[in-house]
């Protein structure tokens, strides 16, 4: 009898405790669900002045693979001018609703069968009725608005007995696809890995809000967009830095840890604006340090931030979103900056000009 009653107690435990799991894993769901309600904008809950004031994106969590950029990348491009053309920021929002945001169970058929869906149906019939859509599609927009586009490129010709980087010998070609630029420039190597996140100490306990990417002293660091240089000079943490905003003002580049000495590239200035693809500064190890031009950081390395605003509000201070750009770099590594050294001024400046129709008073060649 007492057997029996203490096999019915431990089968009433395990009851018992089967149920709570099954509750908590509930819970953890809606509480997953209710972040993303949040982070689109509230709810209907969410009504008159307050709600009208905070109408804008508060937080992202941008977990887009690379693999996921680079195919609905090769997607749009091998639908533009088509009747069908497929946006990749559209399909790659209308996925984020069927994965609930999260890229790590993404598939390359569940794209092909988005892209089967989207050019049959039409993404607005298409995405009419699901609820987060508009909030990817703003969140991954304010990450990738500036990336693809129509531009002006200018490549090498073909007369034969010339250098074919020859100022006289390069033609303008019209082109649609990648405007952004990896950050490293062209044949120099670099290592990276995900980093997004990490611990660090000086100064105070934090997060790592940024990606490291690992290089030579002086390697040329280039703008992935174009924009306006807001910040330049040193900074304790980043030594000597350099913050680019997107052109739309959705987007601010941090470049740290710049090089000893000569940290930027020739005459650059902060007000400047730099287009796609320019050289504007060199690798080194900078910063952890209030003395300007200080050495402390212990490897050469760029730091690479990318921070999103949707509101004034979010540009300093405890409401800033900054994404991990791991994702991206490798993305981005597909269309690298070719270089020149001058070796009078031992400068590096790109070899092939851009014409960016988002750079204000773009005329002529340069």
């Known amino acids: 009898m007492e057997k029996r009653d203490g096999s019915l107690r431990i089968v009433q435990v395990e009851i018992m405790l089967l149920a709570f ?31 009208a004031e905070e ?17 609905a990348y090769d997607y749009d491009i091998g639908t533009y001018l088509s009747e069908n053309h497929v946006n990749w920021i559209e399909l790659l929002a209308y996925l984020a609703v069927q994965y609930g945001g999260d890229f790590s169970r993404y598939k390359a058929r569940d794209m092909a069968e988005a892209v089967e869906k989207i050019q049959s149906q039409g993404i607005e019939a298409l995405t009419e009725n699901l609820k987060y859509y508009d909030y990817y599609r703003e969140a991954y927009e304010a990450v990738l608005g500036g990336m693809v586009g129509v531009y002006e490129a200018e490549e090498a010709g073909t007369a034969s007995g010339e250098d074919e980087s020859s100022a006289e010998n390069k033609v303008w070609k ?37 990606h490291d990417i690992l290089g030579q002293v002086g390697t040329p660091i280039i703008a992935i967009e174009s924009g306006t240089v807001s910040a330049l000079g040193w900074n304790q943490f980043g030594g000597w830095r350099i913050g680019i905003d997107s052109f739309d003002g959705k987007r601010y580049y941090y470049y740290a840890h710049l090089r000893q000495d000569r940290p930027y590239a020739e005459r650059l200035e902060e007000g400047d604006i730099v287009q796609a693809g320019d050289v504007i500064g060199y690798m080194g190890r900078t910063g952890y340090s209030t003395e300007e031009n200080t050495n402390n950081i212990d490897v050469y390395h760029l730091h690479l931030g990318l921070q999103l605003i949707f509101d004034e509000s979010q540009r300093e201070g405890a409401n800033e979103i900054w994404i991990d750009v791991y994702p991206l770099t490798r993305f981005l590594a597909r269309h690298a900056s070719e270089t020149v050294r001058n070796d009078r001024t031992k400068e590096w400046s790109r070899r092939y000009q851009i014409r960016d129709p988002e750079v204000p008073h773009v005329s002529g060649e340069e």
Do not use: C
């Open 21 to 51: 799991l099954i509750l908590f894993g509930i819970l953890k769901w809606l509480s997953s669900k209710t972040s993303v309600f949040a982070a689109a904008g509230g709810g209907e809950a969410e009504t008159g002045q307050a709600a």
């Open 55 to 71: 109408d804008f994106i508060r937080w992202v969590d941008f977990n887009v693979s690379d693999e996921a950029l680079s195919q």
């Open 174 to 210: 019209q082109v649609y696809g990648l405007k952004a630029f990896s950050p490293i420039a062209k044949g120099f190597p670099y290592s990276e890995y995900d980093d997004f996140g990490a611990s660090r100490s000086y100064g105070y306990q934090r997060n790592h809000l940024g």
